[in-house]
């Protein structure tokens, strides 16, 4: 509004003292030479006549050439298209690209995760876990990654050292109000139970549904088993840990958690 009002007295400046006339507007022209583009932009707001003198192409064609020059040769082809127009077009795409992403509209606390881990042979549990997010244990780096300790009721069955064994694993995260659920992982591989190993799964993210189903989303749902001798002796071996998170294949880190909460409105929420 200053601005604004600065420019008014500027042009009132110009006029005669015994005139009441307004000032030229080729006056004006060669004043707005001399403008930046905001100030410009201000300039247009004063009336309808100073937005026709200060959209000229002679007035925002250097700015154009100067700041977006790739821009300014669909000039070329399109003439009917002013420079005024094709710098605001090109403002406002250089403003999104460095605008930051959108608040997630839920928190991990809104998420149920529900972690399954069968044997594929007779179907025998191994794994059952439900865990809400707010008894999840965050990774201190703020990464999309949390590890779950199984505990005597969740780790539902023990094993021969180094058995070799066929298992199936089913990864669904649910909101809490149970309406919606998405599955992170259903997945059938082999797992080796060997004290202090670890078993790792991983498999393909679909893109988010604003993409086509052809492209490849860049990220993976990750699981990691623990495994540890049962301290009753013998050649038994259970699961101590579940280890869950998403992936970037890209540069091979986890993705961190608002970016990981992102990723799953997409699915959690209707459009």
Not at 10 to 36: E, F, N, T, Y
Request: proline residues 6%.
């Amino acid at each position: 509004m200053q601005r604004q009002k600065r420019l008014q007295v500027q042009a009132m400046s110009i006029r005669s003292p015994k005139s009441s006339s307004p000032p030229p507007w080729g006056v004006l022209v060669l004043l707005a030479h001399h403008l930046d583009p905001k100030s410009l932009g201000v300039a247009s707001c004063v009336s309808k006549s100073w937005y026709l003198s200060m959209a000229s192409d002679h007035i925002w064609q250097p700015l154009c050439m100067s700041h977006y020059p790739s821009l300014s040769n669909l000039k070329i082809t399109h003439p009917s298209v002013s420079y005024h127009r094709l710098y605001a077009m090109a403002y406002v795409a250089a403003k999104r690209r460095v605008r930051g992403p959108s608040v997630p509209q839920f928190s991990v606390d809104s998420l149920i995760f529900d972690i399954h881990i069968l044997g594929t042979k007779d179907n025998h549990p191994i794994v059952k876990i439900a865990k809400p997010g707010n008894e999840f244990c965050f990774d201190h780096n703020g990464v999309f990654r949390f590890d779950f300790g199984v505990n005597n009721y969740e780790c539902l069955t023990s094993s021969m050292n180094e058995m070799l064994e066929d298992v199936k694993i089913t990864w669904n995260v649910v909101l809490k109000d149970w309406s919606a659920v998405f599955t992170m992982m259903d997945y059938e591989g082999k797992v080796r139970y060997s004290p202090g190993s670890e078993g790792w799964f991983s498999q393909e993210l679909p893109p988010p549904r604003c993409c086509s189903s052809d492209s490849t989303s860049g990220i993976v749902a990750d699981l990691k088993l623990v495994f540890y001798r049962r301290k009753d002796g013998g050649d038994k071996v259970r699961v101590d840990k579940v280890s869950v998170g998403i992936l970037n294949v890209v540069n091979w880190r986890y993705v961190i958690v608002e970016d990981g909460i992102r990723y799953l409105q997409h699915f959690l929420f209707p459009c």
